[in-house]
């Protein structure tokens, strides 16, 4: 079975703080992880994808097997960072992720001027 | 590209009734998922298909059904409405290992 646990339900920081939004995952083959964000009003989009390494909008993650952890960072957040963000995970077999992506059940994050 | 396209946006019913509601995927994804996104569960995983073929099934009952036609567009369909089925219902089209998701739809059962 795969879960994806974000134990923050609210997250709120002030402008200029860093951020770190925390996901843990459990599955027992080869995962490929995920970040989603969700501006208010707008459709769900894809943020982070582990495999790539990039850094999107000032935002870093590093997959951790050892602690099966994905953890959201970013050094310095801005208030336009306000947004639902869900941490999802994905079976892959042969580096064919399948379109089954199992979601945590969100991080709100606030962040005040 | 033109994103993804699910209609209609909003729908409300009565329970015992049925409906069907659509997925248009970005051109040339051949993957459609479906989730059921509710304040108290979260977003959950429908099934998905590909090639006109269910690739793979969550945990719902036979009442959610849905099918893929030759363009990859893709229908759900819930039968015998509940009002627990009042949620809001995402479609995601895959490319690359990636899902883009649509607006969705709003689905009231009264």
């Known amino acids: 079975a795969q879960r994806v646990t974000q134990p923050e339900k609210l997250l709120s920081v002030f402008k200029g703080a860093p951020v770190e939004l925390k996901c843990n995952y459990s599955?027992?083959?080869?995962?490929?992880l995920f970040w989603y964000v969700q501006y208010s009003r707008q459709r769900l989009q894809l943020l982070l994808r582990?495999?790539s390494r990039e850094s999107i909008k000032g935002f870093t993650a590093d997959l951790n097997k050892g602690e099966t952890s994905f953890h959201l960072k970013k050094p310095f957040a801005q208030e336009e960072d306000s947004a639902m963000y869900y941490c999802?995970?994905?079976?892959?077999?042969?580096?064919?992720?399948?379109?089954?992506?199992?979601f945590g059940q969100g991080t709100i994050l606030t962040v005040h001027p | 590209k033109a994103g993804v396209t699910q209609t209609p946006r909003y729908l409300i019913k009565t329970r015992g009734q049925q409906v069907t509601l659509s997925c248009s995927p970005i051109?040339?994804?051949?993957?459609v998922s479906w989730y059921q996104q509710t304040p108290g569960q979260g977003l959950q995983f429908l099934f998905e298909?590909?090639?006109?073929?269910?690739?793979n099934k969550g945990n719902f009952p036979g009442r959610f059904s849905g099918r893929q036609f030759s363009n990859s567009r893709s229908e759900m369909n819930v039968s015998t409405l509940e009002l627990g089925d009042s949620a809001l219902y995402l479609c995601?089209?895959?490319?690359?290992?990636?899902?883009?998701f649509g607006p969705g739809t709003r689905l009231t059962v009264t």
């Open positions: 298909y590909f090639s006109e073929t269910q690739r």
């Open positions: 582990h495999i």
């Open positions: 995601a089209s895959s490319g690359w290992g990636e899902q883009y």
């Open positions: 999802a995970l994905s079976g892959s077999i042969g580096g064919t992720s399948y379109g089954k992506l199992t």
């Open positions: 599955y027992s083959g080869s995962p490929e």
């Open positions: 051109s040339g994804h051949r993957s």
